[in-house]
């Protein structure tokens, strides 16, 4: 089993940054697949970003192209979603979620149903 703790979220005014942390245990974080979703009042969740195993790979939504950037450390066990000049629109709550995999894979995945583990979510409100 494999837990997940995001940290980092916040309030922030437009045009602010914050990055956001997510932990992993259970297992070992370089066989884990890992990516970020939100899902915002009223809406369903959504990808935002996802990351391969290896780091060499990542993609984003077009939404947060440009602004967000997904990183890994697999010595410490944690993904990271770096978010540069936020948005009102970009205020829900993200969740990290990760996916077994195995070493040295260069896969991403950006379909929720493709990740078995997901956190408990952290809430990022962007002011206007």
């Known amino acids: 089993q494999v837990q997940l703790v995001e940290s980092g979220g916040g309030l922030v005014q437009a045009g602010g940054s914050l990055r956001l942390s997510c932990a992993a245990s259970g297992r070992t974080f370089s066989t884990l697949a890992m990516g970020w979703f939100r899902q915002a009042p009223g809406k369903e969740r959504e990808f935002v970003a996802a990351?391969?195993?290896?780091?060499?790979?990542?993609d984003s939504a077009d939404s947060v192209k440009g602004r967000f950037t997904i990183s890994r450390d697999n010595a410490k066990n944690t993904v990271y979603l770096q978010m540069n000049s936020l948005k009102p629109e970009d205020t829900a709550i993200y969740y990290c979620?990760?996916?077994?995999?195995?070493?040295?894979?260069?896969?991403?995945?950006?379909?929720?149903?493709?990740?078995?583990?997901w956190g408990q979510g952290t809430q990022v409100t962007v002011s206007s």
């Open positions: 979620a990760a996916k077994a995999s195995h070493y040295y894979s260069s896969w991403y995945y950006t379909a929720e149903n493709d990740y078995m583990y």
């Open positions: 990351i391969s195993v290896s780091g060499r790979n990542t």
